[in-house]
C-alpha cells in the first residue's frame, strides 16, 4: 500500500499524542530552553562584570544608570580585560550553546521514534508512541548533538545575511522618506520587508526539518541540509500552517497570562509580598505552557517531515 500525504492537521494530532506520550521531554524542553537563554544572557553578565558594571545595575534596567556607568569607563585601561572577556564570553556562549543543541538532538530522536514505531491509524493510542528513556535520549544526543550544533550555525549565518538584507529596506525607506518622498519610502520599506521577512519564516522551518533529516537519517551537514530545502518545499504549505498556528497559540497563551496577571495586579494592590509570589507562580506556568506548545508543535513537523520521507522511499524508481 502506498502512504498518502500526512495532512497537517493530523500531524498536529499525532505531535500532540506524541509529546502525551513522551512527556518527560517537557522537562527536558525547559532545561535546553534556560540554557538557550543563558547561552545570551551569561556571555553579556561576565562582559559587564570584566568592565565593572555591577550587576544590580544591570538588574535594575535604569538605562540613564547604565550610560553613566559606560561613559564612566577608561577603555584604555581595560582594553587588554576587554579583550579577554570577550573571548570568555565566546567560549562560555559557545559551550552552552552546544549542550542545547545536544538536548534538543535528544528530544528530536525520541519524538522521531515515537512517531516511527507508532501506527498510521489516527485514533492511535498514546501507548504506542512512548519511547522515552533516559538511557536513550543520553545516546542519541550524544549521537546527534554536534551534527545539530552545525547544523543551526549554518543556518544562523543564512539568516544573519538575510538580516542585513531585511535592513536594507528600512534604510532605503527611511531616505526615501525624506520631504516628498515619504509615500514612497513606505512602500518600498514594507514592500521589500515583507518578501524578506516570509524568506526568514522559511529558513526557520527548514532549519528544523534540516535537524530531522541529520538525526533520522545520519545525514551529513549539507545532505541534510539538502533535503530539508526539498522537504520544504514539497510541503511549505503544512509547515507554514503549523508555524501560523504556533504563532496565533504563543499570542494567545500571551494575551491569557498577561490578562490574569493585570486582575491579580488590581485585586492584590496593597498586598505586594503575595503580588509578588503569585507572578512568579504565574510566569512559570505560562513558560511551562509555551515549552509544551512549542514541543507539540516540534512533534508535529516530526509527523510531517516522516510522512513526506515515506512517500520519497515508496515512490517508485526509473532506471536511467
Not at 564570553?89 to 525520541?110: E, H, P, R, S
Not at 551537514?221 to 526539498?230: H, N, S, Y
Not at 509555551?290 to 512517500?311: D, F, K, P, W
Request: hydrophobic share 60%; aromatic share 8%.
Amino acid at each position: 500500500m502506498t502512504p498518502t500525504r500526512l495532512p497537517a492537521l493530523e500531524a498536529l494530532a499525532r505531535g500532540f499524542v506524541n509529546v502525551r506520550a513522551n512527556r518527560e521531554l517537557i522537562v527536558v524542553q525547559l532545561a535546553a530552553g534556560l540554557l538557550l537563554a543563558a547561552s545570551i544572557v551569561v556571555p553579556f553578565l561576565l562582559l559587564f562584570a570584566r568592565l565593572g558594571i555591577p550587576l544590580q545595575l544591570v538588574s535594575a534596567g535604569d538605562p540613564d544608570a547604565l550610560a553613566k556607568a559606560f561613559a564612566a569607563i577608561d577603555l584604555t585601561r581595560l582594553a587588554p580585560m576587554l579583550g579577554i572577556g570577550l573571548l570568555l564570553m565566546l567560549v562560555v556562549g559557545t559551550l552552552v550553546f552546544i549542550l542545547y543543541c545536544w538536548f534538543q538532538a535528544g528530544t528530536l530522536a525520541v519524538l522521531l521514534a515515537g512517531e516511527a514505531q507508532a501506527p498510521l491509524a489516527r485514533s492511535a493510542p498514546a501507548a504506542v508512541f512512548r519511547t522515552f528513556s533516559w538511557a536513550g535520549f543520553v545516546g542519541w544526543a550524544s549521537r546527534h548533538g554536534m551534527r545539530i550544533f552545525w547544523i543551526n550555525n549554518l543556518f544562523l549565518i543564512f539568516l544573519t545575511l538575510l538580516l542585513f538584507a531585511l535592513a536594507l529596506p528600512f534604510l532605503l525607506g527611511a531616505w526615501l522618506s525624506e520631504g516628498t518622498f515619504s509615500a514612497v519610502g513606505c512602500a518600498v520599506g514594507c514592500g521589500l520587508a515583507l518578501p524578506l521577512g516570509f524568506v526568514a519564516a522559511v529558513l526557520l522551518l527548514a532549519m528544523m526539518v534540516a535537524q530531522i533529516c541529520a538525526v533520522e537519517e545520519g545525514a551529513t551537514v549539507w545532505r541534510a541540509t539538502r533535503r530539508a530545502f526539498a522537504i520544504t518545499g514539497n510541503r511549505l504549505g503544512g509547515l507554514l500552517l503549523l508555524y501560523l498556528l504556533l504563532i496565533v497559540g504563543s499570542i494567545a497563551v500571551t494575551t491569557f497570562f498577561g490578562g490574569l496577571g493585570l486582575i491579580l495586579n488590581l485585586a492584590l494592590a496593597r498586598l505586594e509580598l503575595l503580588q509578588n509570589v503569585l507572578a512568579a507562580v504565574l510566569g512559570l506556568v505560562e513558560f511551562i505552557t509555551s515549552v509544551g506548545l512549542t514541543l507539540v508543535m516540534t512533534a508535529a513537523i516530526v509527523a510531517l517531515v516522516r510522512s513526506e520521507m515515506r512517500m520519497e522511499s515508496a515512490a517508485p524508481r526509473t532506471g536511467a
